[in-house]
């Protein structure tokens, strides 16, 4: 009776650590595959940013006369004049979100100058904000704006697919409409306030 309770009991031990092998196996690939997820879309959220910084920094800038008024100032779009080119022309540069992709809340940014075509700057955008200031720190927005001294934008980036949560899921939206096998969008977050040199 004795020999098959150690065998019983050996078989369970052994059962024990071989699940827990494969559930630590499991977390650690789950684990890997976020934390690869979250460095893409880091990395898919700097060239939007470093672009929106330079743009920004250089509104109003151009030759002897050029406006330093914003023709839209408004939480999820902008346009201003700036000489980007620096060809002693000033340019007309609008920033906007577009409409939500089917089946998605995700978005695309887009960056048009002087009219033309739009191109589009980012794509899986959860949300764009802008917030202006004045040079009292009061806030500002509307069109054909004047006197705005900084600019501070929110970008939020999300993946293009969601993924098991892993390490970090804090930082992650829960998608609920998948109650038994919950999986996440992973979110990249980018601020910054501009100081525009020419306003």
């Known amino acids: 009776m004795s020999t098959m309770?150690?065998?019983?009991?050996?078989?369970?031990?052994?059962?024990?650590?071989?699940?827990?092998?494969?559930?630590?196996?499991?977390?650690?690939?789950?684990?890997y595959t976020y934390k690869?997820?979250?460095?893409?879309?880091?990395q898919k959220t700097v060239i939007p940013?470093?672009?929106?910084?330079?743009?920004?920094?250089?509104?109003g800038y151009g030759p002897t006369g050029t406006r330093k008024t914003f023709d839209i100032a408004t939480s999820?779009?902008?346009?201003f004049p700036a000489d980007i080119y620096n060809n002693g022309f000033a340019d007309q540069i609008h920033y906007y979100l577009g409409s939500a992709y089917s089946g998605s809340a995700h978005q695309s940014l887009y960056r048009v100058i002087n009219g033309g075509s739009a191109y589009e700057l980012a794509r899986d955008v959860d949300s764009l904000c802008f917030t202006y200031y004045d040079?009292?720190?009061?806030?500002?927005?509307?069109?054909?704006?004047?006197?705005?001294?900084?600019?501070?934008?929110?970008l939020v980036m999300e993946s293009n697919a969601q993924v098991a949560p892993g390490l970090n899921s804090s930082k992650t939206k829960v998608d609920t409409t998948v109650?038994?096998?919950?999986?996440?969008?992973v979110r990249a977050y980018w601020e910054r306030t501009v100081f525009p040199q020419n306003l």
């Open 36 to 42: 690869s997820v979250l460095y893409t879309v880091k």
């Open 76 to 79: 999820q779009e902008i346009e």
């Open 179 to 185: 109650t038994n096998f919950p999986r996440k969008y």
């Open 135 to 154: 040079s009292l720190g009061n806030t500002k927005s509307g069109v054909n704006v004047s006197g705005i001294k900084s600019i501070k934008v929110s």
């Open 49 to 59: 940013a470093e672009v929106l910084t330079d743009d920004i920094w250089l509104a």
């Open 5 to 31: 309770l150690d065998i019983i009991g050996s078989m369970v031990i052994r059962g024990a650590i071989v699940l827990m092998t494969l559930y630590l196996s499991v977390g650690l690939q789950s684990a």
